[in-house]
């Protein structure tokens, strides 16, 4: 990828890969207990728009922008699929919904730090990524790059930065979450609706809305 017939060079602490993960690196990720994921789209109906990046961060400071060439990608879907590590994600739903319809892969081990920001966090109504960037990990996240394109064959270094920034603090919220849950007795009820978010996601995919309503 190239951008104004330049290579586009990533930060030192990001790899930007294309089609799917390496074998040796799918091995580092597998041992470890958790990873922050997040996605790039092009639009948010996965019938319709297309899976362009997905990001990932690990406890050692790695951060891997993986862009999506096709619908093969097994080394990624074996990730997704498996137990471990934990996959933190800010609104799964939407992230797994996207990796469900366009890899086939079911997502296993799902923490979603929106929901837990929202049972967690019942004195504000402010759950999106930056405030809670902001308010649990001191960092004021750029989202000038939020409704940029990111179909095209080049990506920006301001893409870059976005989307890695995306990830890079998702785990330093989860661990302010789980205290705050802890602490007001919630972390079974979180840990119950996260269990629920894949069986959410099938919903989603196949059109049903609002079962539970009457």
Not at 5 to 17: H, K, M
Not at 22 to 38: G, Q, S, W, Y
Not at 91 to 109: E, I, K, P, Q
Not at 181 to 205: F, I, P, S, Y
């Amino acid at each position: 990828m190239q951008t104004k017939g330049r290579p586009l060079v990533p930060p030192q602490d990001v790899q930007l890969l294309e089609g799917d993960l390496p074998a040796d690196l799918l091995a580092h990720l597998l041992e470890v207990p958790e990873i922050a994921l997040d996605t790039e789209t092009t639009g948010l109906n996965p019938h319709r728009d297309r899976l362009c990046l997905v990001q990932i961060a690990a406890p050692d400071g790695l951060v891997i922008v993986l862009r999506i060439t096709g619908k093969d990608a097994p080394n990624l879907v074996r990730l997704l699929e498996a137990e471990r590590p934990l996959k933190v994600i800010h609104f799964a739903r939407f992230d797994v919904g996207m990796l469900r319809h366009h890899l086939g892969a079911r997502t296993n081990g799902i923490y979603c730090t929106k929901v837990a920001s929202k049972i967690a966090r019942t004195f504000t109504q402010s759950h999106g990524l930056k405030d809670l960037v902001k308010e649990l990990a001191g960092v004021t996240l750029d989202k000038s790059q939020q409704t940029s394109y990111w179909g095209a064959d080049d990506l920006t270094p301001a893409q870059l930065a976005y989307s890695a920034n995306d990830v890079r603090h998702l785990l330093t919220c989860k661990t302010k979450l789980d205290a705050i849950l802890a602490r007001e007795g919630r972390t079974d009820l979180a840990t119950r609706c996260m269990a629920h978010l894949e069986t959410q996601v099938e919903l989603d995919l196949l059109g049903y809305t609002s079962i539970f309503d009457h």
